[in-house]
């Protein structure tokens, strides 16, 4: 079965900042585009325009989310029910696993998640460039370019989610449905019952210690959900994880 989407983690993911974005961004496309052929569709130089005209000209801490509806509108993505697996604080462990194995996507593995993974950019007020340098920091200010960006981007992956979906969350830290994430305020609330069958939380443990599935935070996810979404949770230690990072041929079902 084609999954319509290829992971194209292996290719180069460097950021040069010397370089400018708008080579590494249309590289970066271009290499998704011929390893995803079903993405073949999307012109890199349209969605480049569609990008940049988010953020250049303006100050870095004003760029509110919906300034990328143009670049979201402008790319073509079919959506791929049943395989989408969000994450909150568990980004390694999830791109290890998902790098090894197609039963499972994430928003790095779709063309836009795939181009902006691991850069940083924004523009200045009266300027026309794009600088890779000095931008605002994650919590700097709310409405900065590339936070902006990610919560756009994740509320159209999450838009498009449908059937049995999963989450990896972490197990290790005290909050594992972290209010203030992407996950809890953008993406648990755009799973909509119509099209969402379930939610399957994957708490990823260490050795059985830590947070289980009766931790607070996930009953405030449970409540979140619409009650037609079923929940389920399920505590797995992280070396259960690894043992299918490293063996890439077991069954995928077979991971917890
Ligand atoms: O705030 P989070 O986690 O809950 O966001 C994760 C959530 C995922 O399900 C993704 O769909 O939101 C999406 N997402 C990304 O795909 C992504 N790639 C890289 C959100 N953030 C993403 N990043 C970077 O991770 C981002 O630049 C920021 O630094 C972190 C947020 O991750 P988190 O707090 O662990």
Known sequence: ISLGVVHSHALSSSSPSSESLKKTFIDKCEAFIQNNKSSSANNCQKIWSAFQQAFVGRDPCNVPMEA??????????????????????????????????????????????????????????????????????????????????WNRASAAFADAACGDVTAMLNGSIATPFSPTSIFATIEVKRFKAAKVKSLSVVLVTKENKGTTCDDPSLQDLQKEIEPKLKYNCKAVPESKIQDCISHPDTACGACW
């Open 68 to 149: 990328y509806d143009p670049l979201i509108h402008t790319v073509i993505q079919d959506p791929v029910c049943n395989r989408m697996l969000f994450w909150s604080k568990t980004k390694k462990i999830v791109h290890d696993f998902t790098e090894k194995r197609d039963c499972f996507l994430t928003l790095e593995d779709t063309l836009v998640g795939f181009i902006m993974n691991g850069l940083t950019w924004c523009g200045k007020e009266e300027s026309n460039e794009t600088f890779t340098t000095g931008c605002p920091g994650w919590t700097d200010c709310v409405n900065n370019t590339v936070r902006s960006f």
